[in-house]
């Protein structure tokens, strides 16, 4: 039943694990520590040194025409990377790269005026006084592993942080580091329509 369904926005921090178990020895953080809800799953993925927004559901349906790729919903990252992108390598990215024999689709790239006013990263990034760094927001409509940092990397402009700030419509706006909160009735709503078929919603 809907009424059984789950539905949280959580901003997960650097160094954790995207998933509730930890299968290696090195015990590293998941989003155990964080979130006490059993049977929710997040809505694809964040790597361990990447940051941000995660969406996490029971609501299966709702997670395949999220995560599945034909149905193009954006997520949209802020990403600092190493010296400063020319015009010509942010082109590149919105045309798409090849990385390892698969060409990223189309996507929505451009350089930010000012670094984004996000909370410091831990540990911090580490800073060479010779090399400059740049922020550049990408809109993506795919999410294949670690696409963010192979598409810098295949224009010569390494990625040093990550931070996913939305999910289609639903972004970090009132979340701390480590916290998570329940989707709103109307972002629930607007979500469904945003993604389901008519027939589903």
């Not at 998933?19 to 155990?32: E, G, H, I, V, Y």
């Not at 802020?78 to 090849?98: A, F, M």
């Not at 410091?120 to 294949?144: C, D, H, Q, V, Y």
Request: include cysteine.
């Amino acid at each position: 039943m809907l009424s059984d369904r789950q539905y949280i926005l959580f901003y997960k921090p650097y160094g954790v694990l995207c998933q509730f178990t930890d299968d290696s020895a090195s015990s590293r953080p998941t989003l155990k520590e964080y979130i006490e809800i059993p049977e929710v799953y997040s809505v694809g993925r964040l790597d361990f040194d990447s940051e941000g927004l995660l969406l996490l559901t029971n609501d299966g349906q709702l997670k395949h025409y999220l995560i599945n790729p034909q149905f193009e919903h954006s997520r949209t990252y802020w990403v600092q990377v190493e010296r400063i992108p020319t015009k010509e390598s942010l082109q590149k990215l919105r045309d798409g790269v090849t990385i390892q024999g698969y060409r990223t689709k189309p996507a929505l790239v451009n350089l930010l005026d000012a670094e984004p006013n996000l909370p410091p990263r831990t540990p911090p990034i580490r800073s060479r006084a010779n090399i400059p760094t740049a922020w550049i927001e990408m809109i993506l409509t795919e999410g294949k592993n670690r696409q963010v940092r192979k598409m810098t990397a295949s224009v010569g402009f390494p990625t040093l942080r990550l931070v996913r700030v939305a999910i289609a419509h639903l972004n970090l706006a009132d979340l701390m580091v480590g916290q998570w909160r329940n989707l709103t009735p109307t972002e629930l709503q607007e979500l469904r329509l945003k993604v389901l078929p008519r027939r589903l919603r």
